[in-house]
């Protein structure tokens, strides 16, 4: 019988092939042989040299986990630990922390707590830069976006607290350039957080000028349905294939046409009844937002006939 090699587990082992990484500039290649080290024997001698490296290269996310899964309650770790989570912005972990550690001393808690104002202060002002750069492009009237600017714009000015996003959703909802379905989302969005009362909308070639107590969200309209009972109700009548096209099409254009729906569909009857016949409803889903209304307006003039 041949000999049996075992993969050795020695800590020599692992430090070797961390000290081989250094040498040759691969930081990330010794802090990877040192944690497969770690979590093989569990020796502290790996620990420090493991820990060592991931503070001198400010591997946040990799402290963060080191300290979670082995439960590392040494104060030099948890200094360190709650420093990683105030650079990832975990501001409210942190701060639950400090309130009831048992583990730090009070001069750790104040430098900690000073490092989290910084942090907090410089995201907010990060935050404050973002909206003036979107602001700014957005006063280029001629200006177009990319489906991926728009829907950056779209997800920064969604997520944003600040008091500022209510100036720069007025700015997106003006621009001829950004389309009616992301004005539909923003215009939810003013309603939800904005503090005026009312706001203007450049729809279809025309300013609207918008009344909070006179529009509702988009989901309390009167033609709302839920994707599930939409498809059901659609599937009693057409082939699954047809179904899905056409709850596509009216969720998609029920966004679109908000907060103006119901001045162009009087039932969804009437509008499955006229649309169901068309050709092309993919296609349709593409179509730009002039091409889009004049759609609806032909559908409006056939149901007047």
Known sequence: MGNTIEFPNQEEFYIQKATQCQKEDDLIGAIDWLEKGYIKTNSNQLLEKLWSLLCRSQDWAEIIWLVEEFDLKEEKYLCVYLEALIYMNRFKEVKDYLKQSEYLEYQWINTLQLKLMNQ??????????????????????????????????????????????????????LHPQTPMFDKAILLDEWLDSGMSKTIQLLWNGEIKSINRNNIFPISKSRLYKEETMLLNELMNHFSIEDAMILAQKWMQDTIRLHPFQEEYISSFEEWMNYFSGKENLTESLFYEDSVFVKQYEDFQNNILK
């Open 120 to 173: 907090q202060l410089k995201q907010e002002q990060e935050k404050v830069e973002q909206l003036q750069e979107i602001g700014d492009a957005l006063q280029k009237k001629d200006k177009i976006f990319s489906i991926e600017e728009i829907q950056y714009i779209t997800q920064v000015l969604i997520d944003s607290t600040l008091s500022q996003k209510e100036f720069v959703i007025q700015l997106f909802l």
